[in-house]
């Protein structure tokens, strides 16, 4: 009984001391609403899409690598296609084909 009350009794000072110590933290780090900044918004729409990034890519085989630049809606495409691939590639890796 007595090991059992000495327990709960220390989660508790713990769980307020952690709770106290957390609570000044945040208040400190943390910007309150009146202290942000609002939002600004340009009249001007910045087109990002026909950005053009360049990236260094290194593939297995080449010995130095390569620069490659496309616009930023290239580079999405070329992610979303091969994430597409490997997908694909994964869920029919799982499919074996029925022996006859």
């Known amino acids: 009984m007595r090991i059992t009350a000495l327990a709960v009794i220390s989660t508790a000072a713990i769980a307020f001391a952690t709770a106290a110590v957390a609570d000044t933290a945040t208040t400190s780090v943390t910007p309150q609403p009146e202290q942000m900044a609002a939002p600004t918004i340009s009249a001007a729409v910045v087109d990002d899409s026909k ?50």
């Open 51 to 100: 950005k053009v990034i360049c990236q260094h890519l290194v593939h297995e085989g080449r010995l130095m690598p390569h620069q490659e630049c496309l616009t930023k809606r290239q580079w999405q495409r070329m992610r979303l296609d091969n994430q597409k691939a490997v997908s694909d590639f994964q869920v029919h890796s799982y499919v074996v084909p029925m022996k006859e």
